[in-house]
């Protein structure tokens, strides 16, 4: 069975820093654009970092430019997700997702095929 699966998610104090991982099972993640996604309550779904399947090109949200970064080990079939200087707005439910979306499309969901259930992450004082 094909899947993703994220682990890291955790309540932090505003300033922290947690990592994310999403590891792939059944496939590899070789030829795959890897996303992270993420959702807060009462809101859309949103492309936070994209990275292309050779980690040539990337893509931040502006939101969080600076302050996380996206990397993989394709030998591990396993993406990252780094978070530092959290605050309150990094709250949500983040998702990671494995495709093959054009580069110009990297952020949109619908170039991605395979979805993990979401890790929770909550930034709060």
């Known amino acids: 069975q094909m899947q993703l699966v994220e682990s890291g998610g955790a309540t932090v104090h505003p300033g922290g820093s947690l990592g994310l991982s999403c590891a792939a099972s059944g496939f590899s993640l070789d030829h795959y654009a890897v996303s992270w996604f993420r959702q807060a309550p009462g809101k859309a779904r949103e492309a936070v970092s994209c990275?292309?399947?050779?980690?040539?090109?990337?893509y931040y949200s502006d939101s969080v430019k600076g302050r996380f970064t996206i990397s993989r080990d394709n030998a591990k079939t396993t993406a990252y997700l780094q978070m530092n200087r959290l605050n309150p707005e990094d709250t949500a439910l983040y998702y990671c997702?494995?495709?093959?979306?054009?580069?110009?499309?990297?952020?949109?969901?619908?170039?991605?095929?395979?979805w993990g259930q979401g890790t929770q992450v909550t930034v709060s004082s």
């Open positions: 990275i292309t399947f050779d980690g040539d090109s990337t």
């Open positions: 997702a494995a495709g093959q979306p054009i580069l110009s499309q990297l952020r949109l969901e619908t170039g991605y095929w395979y």
